[in-house]
């Protein structure tokens, strides 16, 4: 089950935080080394299109990068360009992982890391 995970940025800036993804004990990470990320804001859950996206590839929006894979641990950067073509408010927003095969079974499989909202507030040098 995907966790919720709220993001507040501010419009004049870069986000960037570090995750960490665990067992549902919240201490023991799960191996994501070979993963690739996938993140869309979208205005509500039920728009079929995304007002941007952040993945593993590096892009003007930004990049989700594994930062130690053994230990669950990945880092979100959200580049400034976009927050600054969005007006300020909340949108929705979800993160699945493509998690590499490790042995026959399971396969490559696409799992749902969280979904929540990315409010935009204004930044106070706007």
């Known amino acids: 089950m995907p966790a919720t995970c709220n993001i507040t940025v501010q419009s004049d800036g870069d986000?960037?935080?570090?995750?960490?993804y665990a067992l549902p004990d919240?201490?023991?990470?799960?191996?994501?080394?070979?993963?690739?990320?996938?993140?869309?804001v979208r205005r509500s859950i039920n728009d079929p299109n995304t007002l941007f996206r952040v993945t593993s590839t590096l892009s003007t929006f930004g990049q989700i990068q594994i930062v130690d894979g053994p230990g669950g641990q990945f880092g979100l950067w959200i580049a400034r360009?976009?927050?600054l073509s969005l007006p300020v408010g909340i949108?929705?927003?979800?993160?699945?992982?493509?998690l590499p095969a490790t042995s026959l079974f399971?396969?490559?499989?696409?799992?749902?890391?969280?979904?929540?909202?990315?409010?935009?507030?204004r930044g106070p040098s706007r």
């Open 26 to 40: 919240r201490v023991t990470p799960i191996n994501i080394s070979g993963a690739t990320f996938n993140m869309g």
């Open 106 to 121: 399971p396969p490559t499989i696409n799992v749902p890391i969280w979904n929540g909202t990315l409010e935009i507030d």
């Open 81 to 83: 360009q976009p927050l």
């Open 91 to 98: 949108w929705q927003q979800s993160m699945i992982a493509t």
């Open 15 to 20: 986000f960037y935080a570090v995750f960490f």
